[in-house]
């Protein structure tokens, strides 16, 4: 799912229980599958190693001797609030999968989204030759359940709109931003780099930020959740997309990590 | 402007009828036409061709310089101005006359005939003419006449020209429609349907009658309308038991297609009629008005006079205006020499409708001139200065307009007013350097308003003095503080400006006036810009922004639009209004209409007026798809599932007749929603947006400014997801999930129906849940109770509905599901372990579950209905057992029976049946064989019955039950029946050879039959006897 081909059985929801199923005692493969696709449900075919794959590439379980067992703390998978947490945190390792590459490859599309497909099954072939390998129509339904799962947007039936609140509010979390404290915008970027680099282009003498990391921001903008602002006198300016429309409607030099929502 | 002198003035100067204003301010408002168009032959839209100004069609024609017969008709769209321009016409043609001319001015009046008439015998020319009948004909034709009875007169005249039809008009009825159509008029329904106040004989009557109030442009004639009868007239017309005829005719007219046919013949046949009646109505012949302007031409020929008529409108001589028509296309040369009529130079008005339908053909050929006014005879420059004149005129005190008057009133003198308010605002240069202000109007909102106010047909001066001028001064006046008031649709509303309004500006009120202000009176743009030193916003002046109090706004810096032209300066070329009025965009303006009502709606709505989204059509269908495309797009955008709500939960919310989202104040709803969202702005952006990626975006976001759509909407879903779930949640309905009720209800299913089967619940798995059938119960032993219970369960599907709750509860399926389960084990153990340790029971307060989605609330009604049952079901099940396990007891005459004891029973019934055969006594044999095979099943039953009869908890009982062990008593209690049988036919036999052996009394008393035999044993006991002795 994340090292290779994206495949729609291995969803987020799957991948969660498979995890809540490991977390007291290692089991065998054969009873995790029992539990989960038990035999008395009669069923012609299985999902199973799909998500279990996914599990594992992911680094939640780990399987020796046909043993799976929880291969993070239990924190991770409190709640998928959590797990998501922890696979947002980890994404940069999968740098050339079909997820991490059809999630870069969507951002870098920037507001063109909204003019272009209605479905993202049809974006199949477009992104096939953005990335110059192929991706089906059933990976890009795959990619859905998990690009909408860990932040990045929102699900519009078959369309995507790109909104990385989410995803930006954990990286946030885990890039040791200090509550209260102003960043200029290019530590701030710093800070989160070693997560972002997913949906943003770090390339120094590129300060733009694209459509969905700009709504993202700005969503966490108005929900009191961080404060963007352009200080005048500041010369560290990044470009969000332009939304004359919003307070914060194109450039920003400062970022604050509020210390409680207001 | 000066508002204190257009208090009291606009009253007098805003009329939209030119006829109405006082000479004056008719020419202080006047604006040259300069579009005209002059055909030789009629056309009823002629495009293209020349324009001609008003200055050159009254130079070349109404002056008439060759001194000719010409009768020219000006015509057009109703309210493009034609009374106004004939006007303009007699006003100039008064200075600039020849001496010998007389100049007969008819004005369109009040419209009707009878108003016409006096006017014409007021006229110098009129009273002094010879023919006395005919004048006092029209005198007559003038007296006041109660309007029911003159209305009746004209419905029955028609009657009567039905009847009388000699058939010579071109247009013919059959003798039998004529009777027919006749019994129809005669029916009182349709009489009142066609005097109604928007019927035929009220339009007809409009123009007779003086002080009628009628649509000037109304004309008196029937359309095929006035015959449609729909199902409910027909039946009113059936009740009121109406001649077969009449209804005869009735449900010819409500015919769909054919229907349609016949009432437009209809009405064409009955204006044949018109005029005859009209004229009989008012008492004058059909050819008084040809022979009175016969008369004025004799006379005013006998003093060397000529003659130049200006009739506003012909339509005011409705009824006599063929007549009148006749009158003044007689030339007086050629063949006509020897009448000794004057020259006569007629100018006429009528609309381009009238002149079509009602000239006849030969008149249209007499027409020397037609002049067309096209509905934009105005360009741009000229709508402005229309706007202008009127707001000039308005504010100039009424002695300086009659000083004006004296003075000839020339272009150079035209007086201009002293600017009280509105210095800032725009203005528009006239001639001879003069400037008008347009204060309370800018030129973007004459644009705005002449584009999307008035409608098709309706850009013309009468409807701009009626729907712009009239209401925006009068708005100005009345509500200062609150200007613009008028909550005028605003179409194509820039979102940005709207975002940011509102984001600014947080009295929902004060935001609504400013947006409609910048999008109105400016430009609508989300920009400001500075230019000579001047801050515009949305291209209004800020200081007009600050001097009508509006809240002051930041917008974002754009540039200042290129080289404008010199505001003091007439352009020299006028350009196209409609080039200027174009959309903005290529959405169709219906479209942008359409979005822009929904908004004003939402904007009412955020004011504080309620919602009603019932309909699916019209702004409410826009509402209406809009709330259901929010629902839709908040069902795909959560991540229900992975927030902890299964889908089998989301799939019952979204079956429910509630919605995910409903609108505060929304009227004519059953539920609110999971979600209420507020009527405030914040609210009336989301939907707007919603409502644009439907109708702009055609259900995409490809439309312009949908980025900021896009943001909004997914912004708003962030902030309201975790309330939207906890909503969804079945636990915001109560502590305990509907699934608890399901797997209870459906654990003591498979119990009743006796799939599960033991006296625990401890081995009832997941596995039973995802195993159990739901088979119809074959035979048992059952109380009655128990097999309705278990009828009940099943009843319309129940228990297949609440089997597939349990499976898709605990399913994780993919997008919108597949066959393939995938199971929550963590949750189905958890939920099954729960409702084991509560003894498959739920809290009474869950039980009585409130809950507004059916599909979850039916969960809980399940479970209510067989925890109802089940006391009363295992009371009945105990009891029925307890008469059979006595019956067993009875036999044992125990009620301590194990194995052994059932085996030795099946002994005894052997040794039995054996005796019997022995004893060669002759009865059935029923083998013990399965009695014995099944003596431990039957002990266990029968311990089982024993243990469970003084038991109270119903689920111990039905689980005892759940076996049937009843049935495994059957083997014992058949044979106790066979048994029971067989003893009585042992004894029936038995009595048989006794009765064959006689009567016992017989052997006392001695027989010979048995007399050596007793003596035999009599020797035999005599000698045991002896023997014993020794």
């Not at chain 1, 680099?197 to 300060?207: E, V």
């Not at chain 2, 030129?443 to 002449?450: A, G, M, S, T, V």
């Not at chain 2, 822009?596 to 939402?602: E, F, Q, R, V, W």
């Not at chain 2, 209800?745 to 619940?761: P, T």
Request: charged residues 25%; hydrophobic residues 40%; contains cysteine.
């Amino acid at each position: 799912m994340f090292r290779e081909k994206m495949v729609t059985p291995a969803i987020p929801e799957r991948v969660f229980t498979l995890c809540k199923i490991v977390e007291k005692r290692a089991i065998s493969s054969s009873d995790l599958k029992a539990k989960m696709e038990p035999d008395y449900l009669k069923q012609t075919s299985s999902y199973y190693s799909d998500y279990r794959t996914a599990a594992e590439e992911l680094q939640l379980i780990t399987v020796s001797d046909n043993m799976i067992s929880l291969a993070v703390d239990t924190s991770v998978i409190k709640t998928t609030a959590s797990m998501r947490r922890y696979i947002n945190g980890i994404l940069s390792e999968f740098q050339n999968g079909q997820f991490y590459q059809v999630t870069k490859a969507y951002f870098e599309m920037d507001s063109n989204v909204l003019n272009g497909e209605k479905s993202l099954v049809a974006l199949a072939p477009i992104m096939s030759k953005q990335l110059n390998r192929p991706v089906d129509a059933m990976a890009m339904r795959a990619w859905r359940f998990w690009v909408s799962y860990l932040g990045f947007g929102y699900l519009q039936d078959m369309f995507f709109i790109p909104n990385a609140a989410k995803f930006l509010e954990d990286i946030i979390s885990m890039a040791g931003i200090e509550k209260g404290h102003r960043y200029s915008f290019g530590d701030f970027m710093a800070k989160i780099q070693p997560y972002s680099n997913i949906i943003i282009s770090h390339d120094p003498s590129n300060r733009q930020l694209n459509y969905g990391v700009s709504n993202g921001l700005r969503t966490l903008h108005d929900a009191g959740i961080i404060k963007l602002e352009h200080i005048l006198d500041q010369e560290d300016i990044w470009n969000l997309y332009p939304l004359k429309a919003h307070p914060i409607s194109g450039t920003v030099t400062n970022i604050t990590l509020c210390k409680e929502e207001v | 402007m000066d508002l204190s002198i257009a208090k009291d003035r606009l009253s007098y100067v805003v009329k939209p009828d030119s006829i109405t204003t006082s000479q004056g301010d008719f020419l202080a408002t006047h604006v040259a036409i300069k579009r005209l168009h002059l055909l030789s032959r009629f056309d009823i839209m002629p495009t293209g061709g020349k324009d001609y100004s008003e200055e050159a069609v009254y130079r070349k024609y109404v002056l008439n310089p060759d001194n000719r017969h010409q009768f020219i008709a000006v015509y057009g769209q109703s309210g493009t101005g034609k009374s106004h321009l004939i006007r303009w016409f007699e006003a100039k043609f008064q200075y600039d006359k020849p001496e010998n001319e007389v100049v007969l001015f008819i004005r369109r009046s009040d419209n009707t005939l009878k108003g016409t008439i006096r006017q014409l015998l007021e006229t110098t020319e009129v009273k002094e003419i010879a023919n006395k009948e005919v004048f006092d004909r029209l005198v007559r034709a003038t007296v006041y006449e109660d309007e029911n009875k003159l209305k009746g007169r004209i419905y029955h005249d028609f009657i009567n020209e039905v009847e009388c039809d000699d058939e010579s008009h071109d247009i013919r009825l059959t003798n039998v429609r004529r009777k027919r159509l006749a019994s129809f008029l005669y029916n009182e329904v349709v009489q009142a349907h066609l005097m109604s106040i928007d019927g035929p004989i009220e339009r007809i009557y409009s123009k007779v009658a003086e002080n009628s109030s009628v649509d000037r442009d109304t004309v008196a004639q029937f359309i095929p309308e006035d015959f449609f009868v729909s199902p409910d007239l027909f039946e009113d017309i059936h009740r009121a038991g109406a001649d077969p005829k009449a209804e005869k005719m009735a449900r010819e007219l409500m015919a769909d297609e054919s229907g349609t046919e016949d009432a437009q013949k209809i009405a064409a046949y009955l204006n044949q009629f018109v005029n005859d009646v009209i004229q009989r109505c008012a008492g004058i012949e059909p050819g008084d008005f040809r022979d009175i302007f016969q008369d004025i031409r004799r006379e005013l020929y006998r003093i060397g006079k000529n003659l130049t008529l200006f009739i506003e409108d012909v339509t005011s001589f409705t009824g006599v205006d063929d007549a009148l028509l006749d009158a003044l296309i007689v030339e007086h040369t050629g063949m006509n020499e020897g009448e000794n009529l004057c020259r006569i130079s007629s100018i006429v008005g009528t609309t381009s409708n009238y002149l079509e339908r009602n000239f006849r053909d030969n008149h249209k050929d007499r027409i020397t001139q037609y002049v067309f006014i096209p509905s934009d005879a105005f360009d741009e420059n000229g709508i402005f200065e229309f706007v202008g004149r009127y707001l000039n005129t308005m504010s100039l005190p009424e002695d300086r307009i009659a000083l004006w008057m004296k003075n000839h009133a020339t272009a150079a003198e035209y007086p201009v007013h002293d600017v009280k308010e509105g210095a800032a605002w725009e203005f528009i240069p006239i001639e001879n350097d003069k400037k008008l202000c347009l204060y309370p109007f800018t030129k973007n909102c004459i644009r705005y308003l002449y584009k999307y106010e008035l409608t098709k047909g309706h850009q013309t001066p009468r409807y701009i003095i009626r729907d712009i001028i009239e209401p925006i001064v009068t708005d100005i006046l009345e509500n200062r503080a609150q200007f613009p008031s008028i909550k005028y649709n605003i179409v194509n509303v820039n979102t940005t400006l709207s975002f940011q309004i509102h984001n600014q500006v947080k009295d929902e009120q004060q935001a609504e006036r400013l947006l409609r202000f910048l999008s109105i009176w400016g430009d609508g743009s989300p920009d400001q810009y500075t230019q000579d030193g001047k801050v515009f916003l949305s291209s209004v002046k800020k200081e007009i922004i600050e001097e009508l109090g509006l809240p002051l706004l930041s917008l974002s810096q754009g540039a200042a639009p290129s080289p404008k032209p010199d505001p003091d300066s007439v352009p020299k070329t006028k350009p196209n209004p409609t080039a200027d009025l174009k959309p903005s965009t290529e959405v169709p303006v219906q479209i942008q209409e359409k979005v822009s009502k929904a908004i004003g709606t939402l904007s009412n709505w955020a004011n504080g007026q309620v919602i009603d989204i019932s309909a699916t059509g019209g702004t409410s269908g826009v509402l209406r798809k809009a709330q259901e495309d929010i629902c839709d797009f908040l069902w795909s955008s959560i991540n229900w599932q992975t927030e902890g709500i299964s889908s089998d939960n989301v799939s019952k919310v979204r079956k429910s007749t509630v919605r995910l989202v409903t609108f505060e104040n929304q009227t004519k709803m059953r539920n609110s929603g999971f979600y209420i969202m507020p009527a405030n702005w914040e609210s009336v952006t989301i939907i707007s947006a919603f409502i644009r990626w439907r109708e702009l975006g055609s259900q995409s976001w490809n439309y312009t400014d949908s980025d900021l759509d896009a943001y909004l909407i997914t912004s708003w879903s962030f902030h309201i997801q975790n309330k939207l779930i906890s909503a969804v949640n079945e636990k915001s309905v109560s502590e305990t999930s509907y699934i608890e009720a399901a797997v209870a209800a459906e654990m003591y299913r498979m119990i009743l129906c006796g799939e599960f089967r033991e006296k625990s619940l401890k081995n009832l798995s997941a596995q039973y849940l995802f195993d159990s059938k739901t088979s119809k119960a074959a035979k048992n032993y059952h109380s009655k109770e128990w097999n309705a219970l278990v009828t009940v369960l099943s009843q319309k599907g129940a228990d297949i509905a609440n089997r597939e709750t349990v499976r898709q509860y605990f399913n994780i399926p993919q997008g919108d599901g597949n066959s393939i389960i995938v199971l929550d084990e963590p949750s189905l153990s958890q939920i099954v372990r729960r409702v084991k340790t509560n003894k498959l029971t739920i809290s009474s307060e869950a039980l009585e579950s409130t809950d507004v989605v059916k599909l979850r609330k039916d969960v809980f009604t399940y479970l209510k209905e067989i925890l109802d049952r089940i006391g009363p079901v295992a009371k009945a099940e105990v009891n029925n057992a307890r008469t059979i396990i006595q019956t067993v007891f009875d036999r044992f005459d125990s009620d301590e029976i194990d194995e052994e004891d059932i085996l030795d029973l099946a002994s005894k019934v052997k040794e039995f049946y054996n005796e019997s055969n022995n004893a060669i006594i002759n009865v059935k044999f029923f083998a013990p064989d399965l009695v014995r095979k099944n003596a431990k099943q039957i002990a266990k039953a029968i311990g089982d019955i024993k243990n469970i009869l003084d038991e109270n908890d119903p689920l111990t009982i039905l689980m005892t039950f759940s076996g049937d062990p009843i049935a495994e008593l059957q083997p014992l209690l058949d044979l106790f029946k066979q048994l029971e049988n067989a003893l009585i036919e042992v004894d029936r036999q038995l009595a048989n050879r006794k009765a064959k052996l006689g009567e016992i009394q017989d052997y006392a008393t001695g027989t010979d039959r048995y007399a050596n035999e007793f003596e035999v044993i009599d020797e035999c006991i005599a000698l045991l006897g002896s023997e014993a002795q020794v």
